[in-house]
């Protein structure tokens, strides 16, 4: 079988960091060109300044990976999906909920591929702490996910402007997480969002979620934090407790712990290739969902301002 | 065929003015007890402090409408669809959308009805709207929704308060229509929010809107109009422009222009009995994911402040 052609448009941090060496290492695709009118990609590799320059001049693809600010994304995905090209989005999926349910309905239409990617998903721990929740009664739920954000988004402007999460950019993968693992559907009760004075999106929050058994699921989110950073989800059981630690990569059940290698953008490749080979499109908004609920209802409190 | 016994949950305005008429004009339904710890309901039904109450010592209902301030609705709502009873949800049908999606869930997996209703569908010119724009392009949508918050909310706190959408209260009524009529899925592109600098939710917005054929909609929603109020949507089409104005009962096409008696309530009430007599339900998320949306990406300015 041929290799899936890709594009990579939008060739910032998360590209070069995952993107490209997940591409490079997965043979189901082939990485036929970069676009950016920024960033160039690696050696010997076609580099595009614009999506409409790569449709225009080639080389031709088959598929697009969406590595840009989720601001922009909506348009590119349209124009891809009207040529029929695959297209895979990073996370956050859009800059609105209804932008990606009008894409979802859109390549349904047209037949074509849409994965709206959750990387945190595919964290080693993850699929077995699925597994081990999915007969259990959770009783309570403790997410603790605090971080440096001048380490992790470095003069990302982008990020705190309108349609950029702030701290719910990290927070959604620990939602995607969530929302995956545990038996019942999750629902949001109360948020307290911390905006710097100088900018539109929350630096740290404090949300309290529920399942529809009624265990509480508390979540402490923080991009001020220095010294050691905390991924972890505490999920506390009928049958013993279950930790994810270190985003989803090191799983501790009562049985014992297990690390394993990080493979999350592989697996991502992974799965956006037997989406594209199967003609099936994958898009979960509900980690999306969850983070629009805190802005919607939650109680912001304007806190000192955040410089770069 | 007997009746279906219903409850009102929460005699507020809305409850005093619509539902109890609406009930009482409606032969598929009985008026079996009204539920609220501060008003009481008509003369000679039963009144109750609290749903707990009601369900504790009767009357038996097969039915509860649930006009109580949003933030408080998905309790109740859970409470009823566990003994099997059939939810009229006011709009917006809860304070946040994954509460709504959960309990949508639950009432699917119980097999009991739950009903989001958006009262301005049942607006006399909507209908008639939405099938003659079924075939047309829409080129281009303007919605005014302008009016005097003291007149129509007076008082109610709760509107101000995070779960409360401020102006978006009635700008979902211009969104519930607006997702019905038009052909296509409609999204958010931009919204400018206008928060009073002593409360939580805005007071004005200021969106734009695209339907998937790239269509722009404009959508001014103001609380501070006194005088005459606006309540119109005017949607340009490549046959002419449809017109919708005193919040969707007077319609006018090309051809002329239709003015009908009000049958909103009437109109959600006959539609809830159809619902549980043929055992399904009706949950459409799409206004309100509208308006998470605008609370999501909107850039938010502090106003002056507003008193009652």
């Known amino acids: 079988m041929e290799p899936i052609r890709i594009a990579i448009v939008g060739v910032g941090k998360i590209a070069r960091d995952q993107h490209i060496p997940a591409i490079e290492s997965t043979p189901a695709f082939s990485l036929a060109a970069t676009v950016s009118p920024n960033h160039r990609g690696p ?41 029929g090209i695959h297209v895979f989005l990073e996370k956050p999926p859009g800059a609105t909920l ?50 440096d954000v001048r380490v992790w988004h470095p003069g990302q ?5 309108p349609g950029g999460l702030g701290v719910f950019d990290p927070g959604i993968n620990a939602l995607s997480i969530l929302t995956h693992i545990l038996p ?27 399942d529809a058994g009624g265990a509480p699921i508390h979540m402490d989110l923080d991009w001020r934090q ?30 014992g712990t297990e690390h394993n290698e990080d493979l999350e953008y592989p697996g991502l490749y992974s799965r956006f290739g037997n989406l594209i080979r199967g003609g099936r499109s994958d898009v979960d908004i509900d980690p999306f969902r969850l983070v629009a609920d805190a802005f919607l ?4 409190q304007i806190v000192e301002p955040f410089h770069d």
């Open 226 to 255: 220095t010294g050691p950073q905390s991924w972890d989800i505490v999920v506390e059981t009928d049958a013993g407790t279950c930790k994810l630690s270190q985003g989803g990569a090191v799983l501790t059940l009562p049985s």
């Open 184 to 210: 019942q559907p999750v629902f949001m009760k109360n948020a307290r969002l911390s905006i710097p004075e100088n900018r539109a999106a929350p630096i740290a929050a404090d949300i309290d979620f529920a």
């Open 297 to 300: 209802r939650g109680h912001r």
């Open 98 to 147: 209804s932008e990606v349910v009008a894409l979802r309905e859109r390549a349904d239409k047209v037949g074509v591929t849409l994965f709206a990617s959750w990387h945190s998903r595919f964290a080693a721990g993850v699929a077995p702490a699925r597994a081990w929740l999915s007969d259990r009664t959770v009783h309570k739920v403790s997410i603790v996910w605090r971080e």
């Open 43 to 83: 050696e010997g590799i076609p580099h595009l300044d614009s999506l409409d320059e790569l449709l225009e001049k080639g080389p031709a693809v088959d598929a697009v990976a969406l590595c840009t600010p989720p601001q922009v994304r909506y348009d590119l995905a349209v124009q891809a999906l009207k040529r």
């Open 157 to 161: 402007d982008w990020i705190w402007e």
